[in-house]
């Protein structure tokens, strides 16, 4: 599967963006998606996944209540909703998928994940 990130841009602090992440293939519904973040000198990090039917999703405590994350099986598309926006949140975010055969207990394990998008960069000033 090919992945296309989409949607980051510059936003002030308690802004909102929404990313999208485009999926090729047929076989979206196949896969769990999540999404991560990397900031300037620091390592990349697990931002929030949605299971293959989304029915499961999983948020990392910084995100929580600021941060949606959602999926159209139809247009093989994931979206994170980002709101409550501040200068911690700037990084470049990656969607990638990963087979739903490991199941759900894997959905913020980011060695699982073996399809990468290039990444979009968000940036919000303060």
């Known amino acids: 599967v090919q992945l296309q990130a989409s949607g980051g841009g510059l936003v002030q602090a308690g802004g909102s963006l929404r990313l999208s992440c485009a999926a090729s293939?047929?076989?979206?519904?196949?896969?769990?998606m999540g999404w991560f973040r990397q900031a300037p000198g620091k390592e990349r990090e697990f931002v929030v996944a949605?299971?293959?039917?989304?029915?499961?999703?999983i948020y990392a405590d910084s995100v929580k209540g600021r941060f949606t994350i959602s999926r159209d099986n139809a247009k093989n598309t994931v979206y994170l909703q980002m709101n409550s926006l501040d200068s911690e949140d700037t990084a470049v975010y990656y969607c990638?998928?990963?087979?739903?055969?490991?199941?759900?207990?894997?959905?913020?394990?980011?060695?699982?994940?073996?399809?990468w998008g290039q990444g979009t960069q968000v940036t919000v000033s303060s």
């Open positions: 990638a998928a990963k087979s739903r055969a490991y199941g759900s207990r894997w959905l913020n394990s980011e060695e699982k994940y073996g399809y």
């Open positions: 293939g047929r076989t979206f519904s196949t896969y769990d």
């Open positions: 949605i299971g293959w039917s989304g029915g499961v999703t």
